[in-house]
């Protein structure tokens, strides 16, 4: 019921391109969030979501919080070599433990020169 | 200045030995985690502190003891090193428990080699 599922596990794109991922779960969300890991770097934080249906812009990416708060979207446009990396989203436990996420399975992006 | 540092960047060490991972946070969080990265690239929080209270202890073996001597550091100690223990482990920070965004600072991560 908490696992996350992001799709695709795996993209080759050429450089200028746009990226499409996403993430699904069986589950109800009230936030998702979508971490970036470089190669030999720690995740670091992109975009978080808050509200069904709301769309977020930072920089060249986008995310949108679904409507039905099982499923979010990234989107990457005009690809460029420095997005090469893993592509996580995420949920937080409620509660107290905010903190303690739940990470998807990660979308590894290659971009060609 | 590096916000989460963690050291060493790499260790190898053989089944069965004892080692330590250092974490230390100079952003004033008060919340510090450990998670491990497996082979396949996914990521699982094992432990978190709060001003050096421990409050999530996830399924983890006992060989594995953090211990938080002030709210800036987060060590990581395991015992008798099995080679399922191999795994990237990252040290992260937040403010209040993730505080409104869920934003958690990671370190570079200690990449662990168990031969």
């Known amino acids: 019921g908490q696992q996350l599922n992001q799709n695709p596990q795996s993209m080759f794109i050429q450089e200028g391109e746009d990226v499409s991922m996403n993430c699904t779960s069986s589950?109800?969300?009230?936030?998702w969030l979508w971490y970036k890991q470089d190669p030999g770097e720690g995740p670091v934080l992109l975009i978080a979501?808050?509200?069904?249906?709301e769309l977020t812009s930072n920089g060249r990416l986008t995310a949108q919080f679904g409507i039905t708060r099982k499923d979010s979207f990234l989107n990457i446009s005009a690809s460029i070599p420095s997005d090469v990396g893993i592509y996580f989203c995420a949920r937080r436990a409620g509660g107290t433990s905010y903190g303690k996420l739940t990470f998807g399975q990660g979308t590894i992006l290659t971009v060609h020169p | 200045d590096t916000a989460v540092s963690q050291t060493p960047k790499y260790l190898v060490t053989q089944m069965g030995n004892d080692k330590s991972i250092k974490c230390e946070q100079n952003?004033?969080?008060?919340?510090m985690y450990w998670y491990k990265q497996d082979s396949k690239k996914f990521l699982k929080i094992m432990f978190s502190y709060n001003n050096k209270e421990l409050i999530i202890n996830e399924t983890v073996p006992n060989r594995f003891s953090p211990k938080s001597p002030d709210k800036a550091h987060l060590n990581l100690h395991i015992n008798s090193l099995e080679l399922g223990d191999s795994a990237v482990y990252f040290c992260?920070?937040?403010?209040?428990?993730?505080?409104?965004?869920?934003?958690?600072?990671f370190g570079e991560g200690s990449r662990l080699t168990v031969l």
């Open positions: 952003l004033g969080h008060d919340t």
């Open positions: 589950s109800i969300f009230n936030t």
């Open positions: 979501l808050y509200k069904a249906g």
């Open positions: 992260a920070s937040s403010q209040v428990e993730g505080g409104t965004t869920g934003e958690l600072f």
